[in-house]
């Protein structure tokens, strides 16, 4: 029995850059109440699906609003998303992403995606490379998001190799949490201070080699 079966990525900041659409719509919306939303706290947001991103963001704020106008708030700020992805191609993606991917692949390894946006699909669609994964969930498809640990054991569920053989890749603290309480290991590529509970820590993926990744992780 291999010790790792599968990896798992996670899709906003480890496959496709988009950490700065995401926070630069917000910003729109936030100035929209009169709040200067702030880079630095933005690291609060990754991984959080959208309402729990903007209840975080009215909590930074110290306003409130209605349920009814939070779900139209969570509309604004899709639409200003949607806007400025809509051009994204394949040079969007981290760099070396790709061909680490397909190097994964080759070397027998099945692929899954788990996700926080509702995007997600329409993404990978976009980037045409939803031929690489194996399975994919997103934000549409589970009720209890990250730092939950439900996407991961579902998707390791579809791939039909267990928690303990799936190798995960995130770049947020509450991806990395759920990650961990589904048993998974981790590799986390980040800021310091929100990786910090992973496994291995990687600054990119460029000439980053799966089997030696592997080998890293089990010693
Ligand atoms: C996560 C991102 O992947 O998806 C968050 O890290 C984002 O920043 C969340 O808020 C929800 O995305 P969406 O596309 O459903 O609004
Ligand atoms: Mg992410």
Not at 194 to 214: C, G, K, N, R
Request: hydrophobic letters at 45%.
């Amino acid at each position: 029995m291999k010790i790792i079966e599968a990896f798992i990525f996670d899709l906003d900041g480890i496959i496709v850059d988009t950490t700065h659409h995401h926070y630069a719509s917000w910003k729109i919306l936030a100035k929209s109440f009169n709040y200067d939303f702030r880079e630095e706290d933005n690291e609060q947001l990754k991984g959080a699906n959208r309402m729990t991103s903007l209840n975080i963001l009215l909590a930074l704020s110290g306003q409130s609003f209605s349920e009814q106008d939070k779900g139209l708030l969570c509309e604004k700020k899709n639409n200003i998303y949607l806007d400025m992805i809509s051009n994204l191609t394949r040079g969007d993606m981290l760099p070396g992403v790709y061909e680490f991917i397909l190097n994964a692949k080759t070397s027998g390894l099945k692929i899954g995606m788990a996700s926080s946006s509702k995007n997600a699909r329409a993404t990978l669609n976009r980037l045409k490379i939803d031929e690489l994964f194996d399975a994919m969930l997103d934000a549409n498809d589970i009720l209890r998001g990250k730092p939950f640990p439900d996407v991961y054991l579902k998707v390791s569920d579809m791939l039909v190799v267990k928690p303990q053989q799936c190798l995960v890749f995130e770049d947020a603290f509450s991806g990395i949490k759920a990650a961990k309480e589904a048993g998974m290991r981790v590799v986390g590529m980040g800021q310091p201070a929100q990786v910090i509970q992973a496994d291995l820590t990687i600054d990119s993926f460029v000439d980053l080699d799966p089997t030696q990744i592997m080998n890293i992780i089990l010693t």
